[in-house]
């Protein structure tokens, strides 16, 4: 059986109590987290569905003479595929998990605030850097594409 | 009387009171952000935020848990 011994006691500090808020205002607000969690799925869902009847619509007409350029298409493919993964990125920013903290336990909630930013920080680098590439490869692919235009 | 019964002192009017630290180590408040699930661990140092049932005042109480040994 573990022995507790306090060894510390202070009142609460002005972080401490807006931490302590902060996690207070985050349990209330999980309804509309989880709602605009789904909107953002929504938005993406109706979205690419759109791009996707765009790209078989496009398929059946007589596709441009500079989509017949392999570097345009392979330029193409590598925006997409950047495109998608920054995509992806956002999501891991933005979508939500379910965490358990006691209220009374600051540095539950202390660590729970470290590991969201850590998170949150890391998957935004993976969305910008890939969004960067993937602005990179559109813009070669439009300059191209208005260069060989007759 | 429970073992996880701790003698608190408020740090500001003096009053002391046993509080059931395993009452406030039950989860109790759902957040839906993104961490890691189930990450958040428990150490051998717990911080508690415990108000004083006389002043009011928030204390920040940091408890350490060791290991009694038996004989």
Known sequence: ?150 | MSNHLTEIACSRCGHTWYEDLARLDKADQDIYKNIYKGKVHNGREKTYRVPCPECGTNNVVTVRFEEQKDG
């Open chain 1, 1 to 150: 059986m573990a022995e507790a011994q306090v060894v510390d006691i202070h009142e609460e500090t002005p972080r401490e109590r807006a931490l302590h808020e902060w996690f207070e205002k985050q349990a209330l607000a999980s309804p509309d987290t989880l709602e605009a969690a789904a909107r953002t799925i929504l938005g993406l869902v109706t979205g690419l569905l759109g791009v996707l009847f765009g790209v078989l619509a496009v398929k059946e007409d007589p596709l441009p003479s500079y989509f017949r350029l392999p570097v345009v298409r392979w330029l193409g493919v590598g925006t997409v595929a950047a495109l998608l993964v920054a995509l992806v990125g956002t999501l891991g920013v933005v979508l939500p998990r379910r965490i358990q903290i006691a209220s009374a336990r600051l540095d539950q909630q202390a660590e729970a605030f470290q590991k969201l930013m850590s998170r949150k920080s890391r998957w935004l680098s993976v969305a910008v850097i890939a969004f960067g590439l993937g602005l990179l490869a559109l813009g070669a692919v439009l300059i191209i594409a208005l260069l060989t235009a007759v």
